[in-house]
Each structure stands twice: as C-alpha cells, then as structure tokens.
C-alpha cells in the first residue's frame, strides 16, 4: 500500500511557469491572490487532503452509503471531515464577498479540487455539486435567492445538486415529464422522479439545495419548454433558519460499479415546493452554467485517477522485483530486478505520467480562462468564453477517456494484485470508469464539439485556438531544440483544419457524417491539444536548463516525457484522422435486424 500525495510540485510548474498564474491575479484585480496567499492554500490544502481525505477513500468504497426510510447515512468519517472543510472555509474559497465567499480567484477552486479529487473522489462529490448551484444562482438567481440559498451554500452548511434526467429520457431533456403546477404564493408544486442525482442525499450537512428541471403547465414541447426551478429539502423560513420538511425524499440510492462513498439518489418529488430561476421556459439555458461547472469538475475526475493509478504504480513498480532486465542485471545482490526496468512497464508509466500531467495543463488553463469570464473586460470575456466552450468537451470527454486509460494501466502494472482490492487500484479503476459517462457522454460531447462548437460556427472557435498554436510554431521555428515538436505541432495544426473542412463537407450531403466522425474528430482535437501545450512545457524546460537551474532533473523529466508524449502517444492522431475520413457507410449499411442472427 503507499500513501497518495498531493503533486504540488507539478501544480506549481503549471501555475506558475506555464501560466504565469501570479502575473495573471494580479491583471485581473484579484488582490488578495498573493503568492504567499497561494503558497498557503497549496499547503494547507495538501495537508487536508492527504490527512484526512485519503485515509477515508478505501473506507467509502467498502461501506458505502446506507438508504433507510429516505434518509442516507453516509461512510465513516465523512460527516465529521466535512465539518473540518467547512470550518477551514473551504467551500467560501472562490466565492464573491458579498455571500461570505473570500473573493480568490475560480482557477485556485478548481486547484484544490484537483487535490480533494486525488484523496477521495466520492467525497469530493458532496461539495463539488454545491460549486454549480452556487454558480447558477449567482448568476441567474434573483437577490432574494441569493441572500436565502447563496450564503448557506456558500459558507458550507448547506450542500447543493443538479437534477436533470429522469427514468425515461436520460439525455433527451426535452422529452423530461417532471412538472411545476402554480401555487397560490408564487411558489410551485414540483411533482415527478429524477434519477442518478449525485449527493441527492446525505446526512452532511442541514439542508439540501436541488436545481431542479421541470415543465410548467403551459410550457411548450421539447427543450424550448424547461424552467428552472430551486426545490430546497427543507424550505427555510424569511430569516433563512430551517423550517418545514419538503416533499422531495429519496427513494433508494443506486447500485453502483464504483464511487460507492457518494450517495447516487433516486428522488422522488411529491408536489414539493419550488421557486423559479429566472423567466419560465428558459431553464435549460440557465442549467448550461452549472453543466459547464460540472463537465470541467469531471475532467478533474479524469486527471485524479490518472494521477492515482500513476503515484501507486510507480511505487509498486520500483519495490517490486520480477525477473531480470534484458540488458543485464540492475540489481544484482537481490533475487531480481524491480519491475520499474522493463520496457512494458516504463510504457504504462510513461503513458500515464505524460496523461497526467498533460491533462492538468489543460484543465488549470480551462480554470484560469474561467477566472478572465469573472473579472476580465468586455474583449476578454468573449475571447475566454469562446475558448470555454471549444476547450469543455475536449477537457471533459478527452481527460476522462485518457484518465481511463491511465487508471487501466496503472491496475496493470500490479499485475494480479491489481485484482486484488487491498492495494486500492481496481477501486480506482471503478471509480473512474463513470467519468466518461455522467455530465454527458463522451459521444455527447464529441457531437457538441464537431456539430455546434466547429461546425455551426463555421470553424470560428476552432480557429481562435489553432491561432495560439501557430503563433506558438512560428515563434520557435528556429529553435533547434524545439524543432521535433514544432514540426509535428505545425503539421497535426493544418490537418485539424483539412479534417474539419472534410467532415463538414461531407455532412452537407449527409448529416450522419458528423455523428460518425465526432468521437475521433473529437480525440484527435484532445491529443493535439495536449500536443501544443507539452511543446510549451518543453519549451519552459529547455530554456530553464539553458540558464542553469539546481532543479535540472525535475526539466529534464519534462522535456523527456514531453519527447515520450510525441512519439508515442501523439501518433494516435493518424489513427483517428484515417478512421473519421472513412465516412458513415460502415456505421449505417449494416440492417438493425441483422447485427445478429
């Protein structure tokens, strides 16, 4: 068994050396994000996670959650760590003042996320929920809401939830039948059943906030017809003290293949009171705040247990002694050589270090993009934004895919005691493998990204990004040491373009041409943007070792596992382009009644 930590030193590259994360507070006004400020939250908050998160992470996966009479008692230890996260003021973190928050900037929330990610993803859950409905009523939610619902979720004694699907109609929101009848005071009856309702119930916290979708009474068919609805479980009194018991209970909780620490609920609404968010019948629009929130938590998913299979498998890797090393002994006093020094295991090593760090590079710049949308000026918010909603699909479907992956390698490299629940890499596994399916599936964003974000924006949003990477080519054109990454870089950046105009070309004679290429349009776009940015991070490394630094292995490990990511993980891309240009005809041809005989 070995200990997770948190991989503060990788957080700091990222932060500061790639994005100048200091420089980038100071510009956007947020004054008290000083670099001794932010020391302090990378320290404390690591403390916290490895101490009292970690510890808890096998014991939720063994427990679970238990259901009796609609109430949810969650695992040992989690009622009682949450009290020590709300009392440090974790959940204030990047929320503004005037509701208790401490003002810090969205990209430091999304940091410590990443850590309480790493130490228990299943807890994680219960405040990670909280951070969407906090977001959707800060923006959407009238002053009355805010004052009410905003400052409990804020300060933490109160848990948020977004209740979407329902038995029937899974993503197809617009065929949802949950109902909102008027009531005499203003409020509404919300009467229906919401499934897969992550922290839909616990006994965490006081109070449960649900944001709810529901119809009401005149609305019109389909996804134009959705309002947005706040349905507490106890609805509080004028001075925001607790009082009746709402008519929302949970039915049961799901049995689940992993994150068995988190209380997945079926919730049943029994003409439960309700209050609307903003204008009737827009409610889908509103809820997209708290999707997006939610798609780029996920991607965090994705780089925790990336980074959770990477840490416990390199340490396996370098204790475990299995056979000798093909080019000669390396430890020749003992019965065999440690694992770490045969080339198939390097290979799920390295695969899973270059995932994992590529992926906080992309995650940590989706957050700090999110920071310019809260403070920047008018241009910069609509350039922030526009590069949010090409960068969420490809940060939420890409990640959790690659996490993956890496979660399956890191089980690998523990060969049969993988198997073996002890050593806590099959729990990863599970607890990863939902990550690619909630918050949309990578089908569903893959289809966001190539239909609405590239194509119905005539390539608009592809190209503010291919832009960065042109630029980025063209000023290190002349660098020798950076030429085997800026001339594949260059490449893979034209052929995203080719491959767009290709698919969207085809699909003008066949719309099916845009679901059929959209996973691997979708993946090629993942593994170039992970492209661009390890050739930034090779970029820092070679410049770093050329002034002369007393950290030289930490960039020598960089610009090596930057060259793995190249030639070994990059080539990929051929893969994807050639299947996404073989077209829909060997997806359509084939008969429904003769897939089997």
Request: contains cysteine; hydrophobic residues 40%; negative net charge.
């Amino acid at each position: 068994m070995t200990d997770i930590k948190v991989p503060l030193r990788e957080m700091r590259f990222v932060m500061r050396e790639m994005l100048d994360s200091d420089k980038h507070y100071e510009s956007l006004g947020f004054e008290e994000a000083t670099p001794d400020v932010v020391d302090a939250i990378l320290e404390e908050g690591a403390k916290f996670c490895e101490n009292v998160l970690a510890p808890l992470n096998q014991i939720g996966d063994q427990q679970g959650c238990t259901w009796k009479d609609g109430e949810v008692t969650t695992p040992e230890g989690f009622k009682e760590a949450y009290q020590q996260f709300v009392e440090a003021g974790w959940p204030a973190l990047p929320h503004d003042p005037e509701y208790g928050g401490q003002g810090l900037p969205p990209s430091l929330g999304t940091i410590m996320s990443e850590m309480v990610g790493i130490a228990n993803w299943s807890w994680g859950m219960y405040p990670g929920l909280s951070h969407g409905a906090m977001n959707t009523l800060e923006e959407h939610g009238t002053d009355e809401q805010k004052s009410v619902y905003l400052t409990k979720l804020v300060e933490g004694s109160w848990t948020g939830t977004m209740c979407l699907t329902e038995p029937h109609c899974g993503t197809d929101l617009g065929i949802l039948r949950t109902k909102a009848e008027p009531n005499a005071d203003g409020s509404y009856a919300i009467t229906g059943t919401k499934i897969f309702i992550s922290a839909g119930e616990h006994d965490m916290t006081e109070n449960i906030v649900h944001i709810v979708l529901a119809r009401l009474p005149d609305a019109p068919a389909g996804t134009k017809g959705i309002s947005l609805f706040i349905v507490p479980k106890f609805v509080p009194n004028a001075d925001g003290s607790l009082g009746e018991r709402n008519g929302v209970v949970c039915g049961s909780l799901e049995h689940k293949m992993g994150i068995h620490g988190n209380a997945t609920a079926v919730l049943n609404f029994d003409g439960a009171k309700g209050f609307l968010i903003g204008e009737p019948n827009k409610g889908l629009n509103y809820m997209f705040t708290f999707m997006n929130t939610a798609r780029l938590g996920t991607a965090l998913q994705g780089l925790a247990h990336s980074e959770i299979g990477f840490q416990k498998s390199l340490a396996y890797a370098k204790d475990r002694l299995q056979m000798r090393s093909l080019s000669g002994a390396k430890n020749p006093e003992g019965p065999a050589d440690p694992i770490i020094v045969h080339p198939d295991v390097r290979r799920m090593l390295m695969t899973q270090k270059a995932i994992s760090e590529g992926s906080r590079m992309l995650v940590v710049t989706c957050a700090q993009l999110v920071d310019i949308t809260h403070k920047g000026d008018d241009e910069a918010k609509k350039e922030a934004n526009d590069l949010l909603a090409f960068l969420t699909p490809i940060a939420k479907a890409f990640i959790t895919e690659a996490g993956l992956e890496s979660a399956n390698l890191g089980l690998q490299c523990f060969g049969g005691h993988g198997y073996i629940a002890e050593w806590g890499m099959e729990q990863n596994v599970r607890d990863a493998r939902i990550s690619t399916i909630y918050e949309g599936t990578t089908g569903v964003q893959a289809l966001d990204l190539l239909g609405r974000k590239v194509l119905m924006s005539q390539g608009e949003l592809l190209r503010r990004f291919t832009k960065k990477v042109h630029k980025f080519c063209q000023a290190e054109i002349d660098n020798e040491a950076l030429a085997p990454f800026v001339t594949k870089l260059q490449e893979l950046n034209k052929q995203w373009g080719d491959l767009t105009l290709h698919v969207g070309g085809k699909a003008m004679e066949n719309p099916d041409e845009v679901g059929a290429a959209s996973v691997d349009y979708l993946m090629f776009s993942g593994y170039t943007v992970l492209g661009y940015l390890w050739a930034r991070a090779a970029k820092i490394a070679n410049d770093k070792l050329a002034e002369g630094t007393a950290e030289a292995d930490f960039y020598n490990a960089k610009l090596k596992t930057a060259r793995f990511y190249f030639e070994r993980i990059l080539p990929r891309t051929a893969s994807h382009a050639e299947t996404m240009q073989s077209g829909a005809a060997n997806l359509m041809d084939l008969d429904a009644e003769h897939f089997a005989f």
